[in-house]
């Protein structure tokens, strides 16, 4: 079976500084992955996909992923936060034999001080 | 392109009464979902349908909920009787193939009082 983690339920970080956002999966195969942002009273919007391409995924707003087989981690980063950036950020696995259907994590609230 | 679609937004209804969602995947996409939204479960998989057919149902809550693809543009999910544990966000999604990127609508945000 397939499952996903994320390590962090609410991040906070001061604008201008990194971000990080830590997923752990566990798969039986070789997983597509994703991070999906969304915003308040929002839907979700695709982040970025880590489908066995290059290990490091560039996505939308600066947004940068690292697949690690050995970590079995999908780690979400930004060097700069910006206010906008404000949101929930879901960490999500799909493929194998689930289908197509995705499986989410928790999700992490990240906070953005000015 | 248009996104998916769902109709409608927002609505509120009393207990008892027929809920019915309605969605129109992307164009071409093979995959629908049904997701419900909360803050005590987040996103759970309500069920998904692969050309038409349903493929797991194992999120849906209990017999009270249905959903239906009659074909490749229209879906719909439908709850009777509602109940107030039933409010949440409910998003509809349509992909291409298998592991493809999910494109979710904005959800209809449902309030049963």
Known sequence: ?114 | DAGVIQSPRHEVTEMGQEVTLRCKPISGHDYLFWYRQTMMRGLELLIYFNNNVPIDDSGMPEDRFSAKMPNASFSTLKIQPSEPRDSAVYFCASSLITGNTIYFGEGSWLTVV
């Open chain 1, 1 to 114: 079976a397939q499952s996903v983690t994320q390590l962090d339920s609410h991040v906070s970080v001061s604008e201008g500084t990194p971000v990080l956002l830590r997923c752990n999966y566990s798969s039986s195969y070789s997983p597509s992955l994703f991070w999906y942002v969304q915003h308040p009273n929002k839907g979700l919007q695709l982040l970025l996909k880590y489908t066995s391409a290059a290990t490091l995924v560039k996505g939308i707003n600066g947004f940068e992923a690292e697949f690690k087989k050995s970590e079995t981690s999908f780690h979400l980063t930004k060097p700069s936060a910006h206010m906008s950036d404000a949101a929930e950020y879901f960490c999500v696995v799909s493929g194998g034999n689930q289908g197509g259907k995705l499986i989410f994590g928790q999700g992490t609230e990240l906070s953005v001080k000015p």
